[in-house]
């Protein structure tokens, strides 16, 4: 924003005493984060139905795959600091309270009085700072890279469901070593999560999908898409908890402040159901047949 703009400058002066806004701290009741949308899909050829040998488990990026959510909240509370006059530290934790979500709608959820041009040009301040700041020194969590080569060994079909762009996903996938193990990247100009995984279950029909995310926004949206099973990684860092009772309060099927026993996780909760009535029991050493003698 220039320095030299004296009419923007009154405007972020204004938003900032006009706008008292409640910490949008998420409660137990159904949020309206999953129903908002700003994109569509259709930039590209639709891709055609086929079928998968295991299922998708489709993964958020930031917080998820990459260890990023401190440093990209640091970014968005000095954004609001300076265009609405949010405390640094309240601002934080307004962008952790709806993270999940693509950060335009974020900013029409908390600030939704300030006029249009403001949002749009603190929303795209924000994502050139995110990509300076944040994403430039983005590091994947540790057990990510083992992770990934596990489902892929295991015959899963692995994709990507991100608010961030497409463009900037791939990129830091690509300069991580991770965008390999991806059959597609979907990002906020493709649709929000919800929009992802209908056209995730388009293109995979009848098989077993599964949403990994960090946040109450992805298990609103997986909830939303018949069929979408939602894990979910918890996260606390300062003054920050999103513990995984939490996330298992809201419809996670499984959640940890860990991936790595995700494999493990996945078998259990896709494990054909026993018919009523029938118990099974591990075959124990005297359970073998004996063996013939000669």
Same mark, same amino acid.
């Given at each position: ?8 400058r009154?405007?972020?002066s ?7 806004v ?24 639709p ?40 405390p640094?530290?309240e601002g ?18 908390l ?17 050139? $700072?995110?990509v300076?700041? #944040?994403? /430039? ?9 083992? *992770?990934?080569?596990? +489902? &892929?060994?295991a ?7 991100t ?11 690509e ?30 029909p ?41 996330? $298992?309060?809201?419809?996670? #099927?499984? /959640? ?7 494999p493990?996780? *996945?078998?259990?909760? +896709? &494990?054909p ?22």
């Amino acid at each position: 924003m220039a320095e030299s703009d004296p009419d923007t400058r009154t405007e972020l002066s204004l938003a900032g005493r006009e706008r008292d806004v409640p910490l949008s701290m998420v409660g137990s009741a159904t949020s309206q984060f999953a129903e908002i949308s700003h994109g569509v899909l259709g930039e590209r050829p639709p891709v055609a139905p086929r079928a998968i040998e295991r299922g998708a488990v489709i993964f958020d990026v930031d917080g998820t795959l990459l260890d990023d959510m401190a440093g990209i909240s640091d970014v968005a509370g000095k954004v609001l600091l300076e265009a609405f006059g949010t405390p640094e530290a309240e601002g934080r934790l307004h962008y952790l309270a709806t993270t999940g979500m693509p950060f335009e709608a974020q900013i029409n959820q908390l600030y939704g009085e300030a006029p249009l041009e403001l949002r749009r040009s603190v929303a795209r301040q924000f994502h050139q $700072r995110k990509v300076a700041e #944040a994403y /430039a020194r983005a590091k994947p969590f540790p057990e990510i890279p083992k *992770l990934l080569k596990r +489902l &892929a060994a295991a015959r899963w079909t692995l994709a990507v469901s991100t608010g961030a762009e497409r463009e900037m996903a791939d990129l830091v996938l690509e300069r991580e070593g991770l965008r390999y193990w991806f059959e597609d990247v979907l990002g906020s100009g493709q649709g929000t999560k919800r929009e992802h995984l209908a056209e995730y279950r388009r293109r995979y029909p009848d098989a077993p999908l599964v949403l990994v995310g960090d946040s109450r926004f992805d298990l609103e949206a997986a909830q939303s898409v018949e069929g979408v099973i939602a894990v979910a990684r918890a996260s606390r860092f300062a003054n920050w908890t999103l513990s995984p009772d939490d996330l $298992r309060r809201w419809g996670a #099927a499984w /959640a940890d402040y860990s991936l790595t026993e995700l494999p493990e996780a *996945l078998e259990r909760i +896709l &494990a054909p159901t026993p018919p009523p009535g029938k118990k099974t029991r591990p075959r124990s050493a005297s359970s073998k047949p004996a063996r013939k003698g000669r």
